[in-house]
């Protein structure tokens, strides 16, 4: 016999779930939000000061670290606009037709992509600690 107050199993793990995809959904729009800056005609992004050495994408860019300096890329590729998101090594792989590029230079490897990826501005802020990058 099934009493009225009480929650099925099945019913207790669909709402956690719900709750969960929620909770997760408030988390990524807050985090995207905090770390997009409009400022005129230009997006800026902020990327973490102490962001791993090797190259990392992160928030629609491509960010080549070293000892001694920061490189950044847009990830979108310059054959037909897909986003990068794979690095293999050094190698920036494009999902849509294959196109490779260099991760530290943004040089084509591989077509059909046979311009370089667009370089983007940075500059380290040190009053946030973060690497503010300009997106135009
Ligand atoms: S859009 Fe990247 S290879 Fe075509």
């Not at 400022?39 to 070293?66: F, Q, R, Y």
């Not at 494009?94 to 940075?122: I, M, T, V």
């Amino acid at each position: 016999m099934n009493t009225p107050n009480k929650i099925s199993r099945k019913s207790f793990f669909s709402m956690m779930g719900s709750l969960s995809i929620a909770a997760l959904a408030v988390l990524w729009y807050s985090i995207s939000a905090r770390n997009k800056v409009v400022n005129g005609n230009n997006k800026e992004i902020l990327i973490p000061g102490d962001i791993a050495t090797g190259i990392t994408i992160m928030e629609g860019c491509i960010i080549a670290k070293n000892e001694k300096s920061v490189k950044v890329f847009s990830a979108q590729c310059t054959h037909a606009g897909c986003m990068i998101t794979r690095v293999e090594g050094d190698i920036l792989k494009c999902p849509c037709h294959g196109s490779e590029f260099d991760g530290w230079s943004g040089r084509p490897l591989k077509g059909p992509a046979y311009r370089n990826l667009e370089q983007l501005a940075s500059r380290f802020d040190t009053k946030s600690g973060s690497w503010i990058i300009t997106q135009k």
